[in-house]
């Protein structure tokens, strides 16, 4: 995400940087989910549309609604009428079936989170 006056901030491989108007880096870290709101916040607020590209990280079963979003300081867990879940932590996407077994385990993308905040205003 640029803004007017030069900074740039982006997310990848679950780190978090902001760099200055020169491009100089000014903030490296791990991204946390309020950096991973605000950014896509204002994408979307801008009429970003690739801040919300992925449509999916797992198989989930037709008619899978979530029923609870928690969104933590570092991780995002969401819990599905079918008993399925997902969540994102440590950089860590999972995906799991109504009994517990992980169906995917993989590194979590930025269109994994995005996704799965963008449950929680729904």
Do not use: C, H
């Not at 970003?48 to 797992?58: E, P, W």
């Not at 037709?62 to 991780?75: F, I, K, L, M, T």
């Not at 995002?76 to 079936?97: C, F, M, P, Q, S």
């Amino acid at each position: 995400m640029v803004y007017s006056n030069g900074v740039k901030e982006e997310i990848e491989n679950g780190r978090f940087e902001q760099k200055n108007a020169a491009g100089r880096t000014i903030v490296q870290r791990p991204a946390t989910a309020a950096d991973l709101a605000r950014i896509d916040g204002n994408a979307r607020n801008s009429g970003i549309k690739a801040a919300r590209a992925g449509t999916g990280g797992g198989a989930l079963p037709a008619g899978s609604e979530a029923r609870r979003v928690e969104v933590g300081a570092s991780s995002v867990e969401v819990d599905y009428n079918t008993g399925w879940k997902e969540e994102v932590a440590g950089g860590r996407y999972e995906l799991k079936d109504p009994n517990g077994n992980t169906v995917v385990e993989r590194v979590a993308t930025q269109s994994d989170v995005n996704r799965l905040i963008g449950l929680a205003s729904r």
